[in-house]
């Protein structure tokens, strides 16, 4: 991962250069869920002239030519119109639904004994019940 240039390997201070550097290093894509600081800190590298724009169009180039490999544009991703599903797709019934799943498959456990949290030594755990 990019961060850890930062925080585990402490190849530089900030992750801006942590950024540059996996740009240079020949990093396409940062795909964090939740963290848009790559793709942040990429266009201040570009707006700053750190990076090239064409680095940037190189990147661009290769993620689109293995999409288009990988047949990602094709019309088979597009929902099917006969799909007796597609209707009832998100509606309330199936959020009803959902949330029932959610409810129920909740474990809740008792901390006798002070046994959690569990060591990181832990190998196994048997979750048991009616």
């Given at each position: 991962?990019?961060?850890?240039?930062?925080?585990?390997?402490?190849?530089?201070?900030?992750?801006?250069?942590?950024?540059?550097?996996?740009?240079?290093?020949?990093?396409d894509m940062s795909m964090v869920p939740l963290d848009y600081s790559f793709?942040?800190?990429?266009?201040?590298?570009?707006?700053?002239?750190?990076?090239?724009?064409?680095?940037?169009?190189?990147?661009?180039?290769?993620?689109?030519?293995?999409?288009?490999?990988?047949?990602?544009?094709?019309?088979?991703?597009?929902?099917?119109?006969?799909?007796?599903?597609?209707?009832?797709?998100?509606s309330a019934s199936d959020w009803n639904v959902a949330l029932k799943l959610?409810?129920?498959?909740?474990?809740?456990?008792?901390?006798?004994?002070?046994?959690?949290?569990?060591?990181?030594?832990?190998?196994?755990?048997?979750?048991?019940?009616?």
């Amino acid at each position: 991962d990019i961060e850890k240039l930062v925080t585990d390997y402490h190849l530089v201070e900030t992750y801006t250069e942590a950024a540059l550097l996996a740009i240079n290093a020949g990093v396409d894509m940062s795909m964090v869920p939740l963290d848009y600081s790559f793709p942040a800190d990429v266009y201040r590298l570009v707006t700053s002239g750190a990076i090239n724009e064409s680095r940037i169009d190189e990147s661009v180039s290769r993620i689109l030519q293995l999409k288009e490999n990988l047949g990602l544009f094709g019309s088979n991703y597009l929902p099917d119109p006969e799909n007796p599903l597609l209707d009832s797709f998100g509606s309330a019934s199936d959020w009803n639904v959902a949330l029932k799943l959610a409810q129920e498959s909740v474990t809740l456990l008792k901390n006798d004994q002070s046994l959690l949290p569990l060591s990181r030594t832990t190998k196994r755990v048997l979750v048991t019940g009616p």
